[in-house]
């Protein structure tokens, strides 16, 4: 067997087994809950630490399950009744604006059964529509409304005099009566007979069932929905838009599944139905919504963010067919998703990077792709087709709770969750539940114990403990509790976590996922956590849509980043890990970005590093290199909340306007300015100091100070932003930009100091350089320790104010006994009056060879360290893994990286002899493609056997075709076994790449004196 039994292929031996031999015929029994799954939830539902969850279900499922068969059928309305996602798109309430949204959150309409048709304001307590739509409904709509009358709804809206159109009645009908009264109750109803055997729940889903494939043909969310503005909606959806359909698939399909056995002998049910038209309440359900739905999938009509393969995978799991005459088999369902337009194969290897996140930068929504991969994987087991093959799925499993900061918090970037003090962790207990049953992953297993997770959910369908398995045994990898500092080099993510004796303290840097999707335009933007919370703070998710969200909250001067020439970062391209120190006392990152801009961009690169001063205080050390652009506004904002001071000289102060010019803000700005400085308003200009400061005093009794020494920077300014209108958030936040002029090579230096109470920081000093990009500070503590700072991203020799010279990057050292200080990157450090510092140099190793399959690495040279982030480079390909073990063979050190694989990516792709190209059959960049922000250049391709590897001179992500450095044998990447399929592999690790690290040293400040 080829190498290649280490990935997931469809063998089509086992689809004809587990499929085709079932032969032709309709669906016969319950195919989603098995009825070992069965007595298992019935088991759980018994025992008391399942009594809130079966509880909330029964709860849930009462109101349907009491109402008579009529109530239920009237319950369900006509298709063309208009769906509203939102009441009025950023506007909220008629009388209270959006003043609504800061009392409720994004949807913050209140909304009961007992008041039909009514949303109630959560400001003013008033209700909405001032008519009886529900009387109006139940004659049909027949008579004629005053709709000029204030607040008066005929379902398509009341009109205000300012000509905005307020959807009461619809967004009523959107979340309360479908999402709610009728999607959520019918799943309680279905669930809730899977628990307790009762037939009136079953009986009840079913006529809802029924009714719902009367009208379920004629949805169409295109044109009967109001939808963040748009009227109709202009997007694919049936009931919801095309994203959130997928839900009501899974929703609707279990719960067939569910009721399945009652559609025949529930004869009152049957009876009932009848008098409605439905004779074969079964056909109806499969034809009229399943096989509806399914169609809708195979042409994207729902789709999105990878719930696809959920839901498909649930339909063709529950409708069991294998008759083409009654619509989509499940083996058609299956080839789709394996083989076809579902892409799972390819979202697996392309989509997925190698830390196991999906291809968007926000968590909140690459987590869902996890979800839905284990979706479709225990549904598609449960139809014999085994994908869980590869090593990668270790990673799926583990995935974004691996993202996390300080144990109990998730770093809050792109469109991401959590609100303006910090997201919690990302725990999913489905992905971790799959993991630990089939992988016998002991990480995913100690998460959920962690969580107390550690029993599956009521409804799970996974085994009631998780099985034991070896096939992880060399999985085992080592994670500990926080603090933990690490490289995430998949998902493009440095995390530096200490503990000072007071307190523990993480702070990150984000350089840039390989996915794009909700992301922001970022690259480079860091975040400070302490005490379970956030000290420097992203915007996170927009309130809502629009100019807001994509000229300021997603955009880069609301960042911590910075802009060159007045404007946002051109793209959501990668950057790379450039150097990384892990040191007792010092833990420090950097990384460049340089690709975000257009144009030549010599440098524009970023240092990160926490200090514990040795007097239980930490300093966030801030320095950021620019090359580029004739204006560099280095943009920086502190806590969210409290007293905003400083002790700066104040020189104008611009009434109204913004940034962007006197007459300019955030509403009047046309066309829309990119910049997003329209959003920085009232802004202050402060006297440039040798050293500016700035000052945060915040209600939880948190103070920050950041001192700025002046290098690059002539104009010091001071505006508000405004946060999204979000319960909890402030009304504004000081920002602060730098501002620099002219072409030379600028340094922006921070110290941030950031304690619960006072500050540690008694006074900063700067310290020039004779050498461009290199400066430092002389930082005085209360307790009275004085720390020498010098930062250089000049790659030479730099001479300091104070006599100190350094060619390494990063140095640091207390005046006073005791004390350590640190030396990071290459080069040395000589003090005038103490004995030279001298990091080692030339700590790099040639790759000899790669087991690719098995992911280990042949190197000669330098012996690298277990926990060592080292950094694998050719050409101009940069990338950062963590070796997890060395081992000594012969000549060679033998590298291994743990659960992170070194395969990068997969196509199904052959050598065009005529062109001499490598050409793919599949699209090699674009959306959900992790690829689409990162170059090829300089990556390895492999031939499908992994025994040959070339370097990729260039791709062309249009043609979907790579060059290579050299000519190949068309041989090499063709079909070896003659399958039928050709793969084409790739990898950052090739012979002839070269692995270095980051040098560090610790050392006595004193000695030699």
């Known amino acids: 067997m080829r190498p290649s039994d280490f990935v997931f292929v469809l063998f089509s031996v086992i689809l004809g087994v587990s499929v085709l031999a079932r032969g032709v015929h309709a669906k016969a029994g319950r195919t989603y809950y098995t009825d070992a799954q069965i007595a298992t939830i019935r088991a759980r539902a018994a025992r008391t630490d399942y009594a809130s969850q ?144 009762d037939s ?75 008098s409605k038209g439905v004779f074969n309440p079964r056909e109806a359900i499969e034809q009229d919504i399943l096989q509806v739905q399914v169609k809708d999938i195979f042409q994207k009509k729902i789709w999105g963010n990878k719930f696809e393969l959920g839901s498909l995978s649930t339909a063709a799991l529950v409708l069991d067919n294998s008759d083409p005459a009654r619509g989509a088999t499940t083996q058609q369902m299956i080839d789709w998703m394996l083989k076809g337009d579902g892409d799972l194969e390819f979202t697996f290897f392309n989509g997925f990077d190698r830390d196991g996140i999906g291809g968007e930068s926000s968590l909140s929504y690459s987590s869902i792709w996890n979800s839905r991969m284990v ?57 971790l539940e799959f993991g630990a049953s089939h992988l016998g992953d002991p990480y995913c297993a100690a998460v959920l114990r962690k969580g107390d997770l550690d029993r599956p959910a009521l409804m799970s369908r996974m085994p009631e403990k998780p099985a034991d398995s070896n096939k992880t045994a060399a999985h085992t990898s080592r994670f500990p509790n926080a603090p933990f500092t690490r490289n995430l080099g998949g998902y493009g993510l440095a995390i530096l976590e200490l503990d000072d004796g007071a307190t523990k303290r993480s702070a990150t840097m984000y350089y840039g996922a390989t996915g794009a999707s909700h992301g922001h335009k970022d690259r480079l933007t860091i975040s400070y956590h302490m005490d379970e919370r956030d000290m420097l703070t992203d915007l996170g998710y927009p309130s809502h849509w629009g100019p807001r969200a994509d000229y300021w909250i997603k955009n880069t001067p609301s960042h911590y980043c910075v802009m060159l020439d007045e404007q946002a970062q051109d793209s959501l391209s990668a950057g790379n890990l450039t150097q990384f120190v892990d040191l007792p006392g010092l833990k420090l990152a950097e990384a460049q970005a340089p690709r975000v801009w257009k144009g030549p961009v010599k440098d524009y690169r ?50 109204g306007g913004s940034v962007a010019g006197p007459e300019i803000g955030p509403d009047n700005a046309d066309p829309p300015m990119s910049s997003g400085y329209q959003y920085m308003t009232d802004p202050k200009w402060y006297q440039p100091s040798e050293v500016n400061r700035f000052d945060w005093t915040d209600d939880d009794g948190f103070n920050m100070s950041a001192w700025f020494p002046r290098f690059s920077f002539d104009e010091v300014i001071v505006a508000n932003g405004k946060p999204p209108v979000k319960p909890g ?254 793969y084409v592999y790739i990898s950052d690790f090739g012979p002839g790449a070269s692995l270095s690290s980051t040098p560090a040293t610790v050392f006595k400040p004193a000695a030699g004196r």
């Not at 009744?81 to 003043?99: E, I, K, T």
């Not at 899974?250 to 719960?255: E, M, P, R």
């Not at 290459?826 to 990091?839: E, M, Q, Y």
Request: some cysteine; glycine content about 10%; charged content about 25%.
């Open 375 to 431: 979706a479709a994987a225990e549904n598609l087991g449960q139809l014999n087709v085994d994908i869980v093959k590869d090593p990668k799925w270790l990673q799926i499993c583990r995935g974004p709770s691996q993202v996390r900061v300080l144990d109990t918090l998730s770093p809050r970037l792109g469109d991401c969750a959590g609100d303006i003090k910090g997201a919690p962790r990302l725990i999913q207990q489905d992905v």
């Open 54 to 197: 079966k509880d909330a279900i029964l709860s849930k499922a009462k109101r349907l399950a009491e109402m008579s068969d009529e109530q239920i059928w009237d319950l369900i309305p006509d298709a063309d009744l208009p769906r509203a996602l939102n009441v009025c798109f950023g506007v909220g309430c008629p009388v209270h604006g959006d003043q609504i949204f800061k009392e409720g959150g994004h949807y913050p309409w209140i909304m009961s059964p007992d008041k039909p048709f009514k949303v109630q304001c959560p400001v003013g307590k008033e209700f909405y529509p001032s008519n009886d739509f529900g009387s109006y409904l139940k004659g049909g709509r027949k008579e004629k409304l005053d709709t000029t009358q204030p607040y008066v709804d005929d379902g398509f809206g009341y009109v205000a005099k300012d000509g905005k159109r307020y959807w009461f009645v619809g967004h009523y009908v959107f979340w309360e009566l479908w999402r709610h009264n009728i999607i959520d109750a019918l799943n309680a109803c279905a669930n809730s007979y899977i628990i307790t055997g």
């Open 200 to 274: 009136r729940y079953a009986h009840a889903c079913a006529v809802a069932l029924a009714r719902i494939s009367q009208v379920y043909p004629k949805m169409d969310y295109r044109t009967q929905a109001y939808h963040n503005g748009k009227w109709p909606a202009a997007i694919n959806g049936r009931i919801l838009d095309y994203i959130w359909e997928n839900s009501v698939v899974i929703v609707f399909a279990s719960a067939y599944d569910a009721v399945f056995p009652v559609l025949e002998t529930d004869q009152a049910l049957r009876a009932f139905l009848s």
């Open 729 to 982: 958030y402030p009304d504004s936040i000081p920002y602060i930009l730098l501002r620099g002029r002219g072409r030379e090579p600028a340094l922006y230096l921070a110290v941030v100091d950031v304690e619960k109470g006072s500050v540690a920081v008694e006074s900063v000093e700067r310290m020039d350089a004779d050498t461009p990009l290199a400066g430092g500070c002389v930082v005085r503590l209360k307790g009275g320790q004085i720390w020498r700072i010098y930062v250089n991203g000049s790659g030479r020799k730099a001479v300091y104010a104070d006599g100190v010279s350094m060619d390494a990057s990063f140095a640091a050292y207390p005046e006073k006994l005791p004390g350590k200080g640190y030396l990071a990157g290459s080069g040395s450090l000589k003090r005038p009056k103490g004995r030279l510092v001298r990091n080692e140099v030339g700590l790099k190793a040639l790759v000899e060879k790669v087991d690719y399959p098995g992911g280990r690495v042949w190197v000669r040279g330098w012996r690298p360290r277990r926990g060592d982030v080292v950094f694998v480079n050719n050409g101009s390909a940069s990338a950062s893994y963590t070796v997890s073990d060395v081992a000594k063979e012969g000549d060679f050190y033998v590298l291994s990286f743990g659960a992170t694989p070194i395969i990068t990516g997969r196509y199904r792709a052959a050598w065009d002899a005529g062109r001499k190209l490598i050409v793919s059959k599949e699209r090699i960049g674009g959306v959900y493609n992790q690829f689409e922000a990162r170059s090829y250049t300089g990556m390895f391709a492999l031939s499908e056997d992994y025994q040959h590897a070339a370097v990729i001179a260039d791709a062309d992500k249009a043609a979907n075709t790579f060059s290579l450095d050299k000519d190949r044998s068309p041989s090499l990447f063709s079909d070896l076994n003659r399958d039928g399929v050709s």
């Open 606 to 655: 970023r240092t990160l590093a926490l200090l514990d001063t040795g007097e239980k205080s930490t300093l966030l050390i801030d320095s950021f290199y620019v090359d580029a652009g004739s204006v560099r506004d280095y943009s920086f904002h502190g806590l969210p909340f409290g007293v905003f001071s400083t002790g700066e000289k104040l020189l104008k102060a611009q009434q």
